[in-house]
């Protein structure tokens, strides 16, 4: 028997918390790695790293908050743990590997296509392999084409961002590259979830084990949350990204000046008391003409 299957069981309060918060790691992430590009002195791989678990982070804690609302009518749902925290591994590592891949090699044609393929595969597998973690009393069946679209889109959000993150460098623009980026994301999952069907074994029997959505999701989403939180903060209290490059430069400029200051004073004072004594002290009275 077909069972019903539902994206929307509370409505538009699971789409758009997922959108925020795909547009959240997104927003840190790239923040984190405009951070490289503005400072060459600052530690390069750890802000890299901060971006891309940023970015991965957002994009799982999407994908499982537009999950709390998937059901099936006909079965209960359960998820698998191990699969679940799988899910969140990859789609930070694979969106690392992009990151570094541009952050330290470049942003030509190549290496971008190259990291954005990677990347986007990646995506694409985190997604399934958090459909994979889905126990229920049925089999789980998918449109070749529509899950062929869901990679293609994967593919193309990643080299957006990956293009975005090294490019843009103001602030409203990596805000808007970070909304299109939720955009992109977001639709990369329902478009996934657009292929899914289920054919229900049976209404009565069957058992199956794993946790429902709220014992394991809702607990397991905290710990990603608190993290873009966190991250959030270290980049909300970073001056380089606060000031820009332009008003650090000109503010480190500033307090090398000021701190050159007291000597610069200190030569002042000491030239007006030479001069100040010159008048009266013997010793720098001009030689005597020699008497005739």
């Not at 993290?227 to 990204?241: I, N, T, W």
């Not at 307090?255 to 002042?268: A, G, H």
């Amino acid at each position: 028997m077909e069972g019903t299957v539902d994206g929307f069981r509370y409505g538009a309060v699971t789409p758009v918390a997922a959108y925020l918060m795909a547009c959240l790691g997104g927003a840190l992430g790239l923040r984190c790695i405009v951070r490289t590009l503005l400072s060459n002195q600052s530690w390069k791989a750890g802000w890299l790293a901060l971006g891309a678990a940023s970015i991965g982070c957002g994009i799982w804690t999407m994908h499982f908050i537009a999950m709390i609302g998937f059901q099936v009518v006909e079965t209960r749902i359960r998820y698998d743990a191990g699969l679940t925290v799988l899910s969140l591994a990859v789609a930070i590592v694979v969106v690392g590997i992009g990151v570094f891949i541009v952050g330290y090699r470049g942003a030509s044609t190549l290496n971008l296509s190259f990291a954005g393929v990677i990347t986007g595969l990646g995506v694409a597998a985190m997604h399934y392999l958090g459909m994979a973690a889905l126990h229920l009393n049925g089999t789980i069946r998918y449109d070749a084409t529509a899950v062929a679209l869901s990679v293609v889109i994967a593919i193309v959000a990643a080299t957006a961002a990956l293009w975005a993150a090294v490019t843009i460098r103001g602030f409203m623009t990596s805000l808007g590259a970070s909304l299109i980026m939720g955009v992109a994301v977001t639709g990369m999952h329902y478009t996934g979830m657009s292929a899914v069907s289920v054919h229900v074994h049976s209404t009565t029997g069957g058992s199956w084990a794993g946790a429902s959505p709220t014992s394991l999701l809702l607990p397991m989403l905290l710990g990603p949350v608190i993290f873009l939180l966190l991250a959030g903060v270290v980049v909300m209290f970073d001056p380089l990204l606060v000031l820009g490059d332009g008003d650090w430069n000109r503010s480190s400029a500033s307090t090398e000046s000021n701190t050159e200051q007291p000597d610069s004073l200190f030569e002042n004072q000491e030239d007006r008391v030479v001069h100040a004594r010159a008048p009266q002290d013997p010793q720098w009275a001009a030689p005597h003409s020699p008497h005739r």
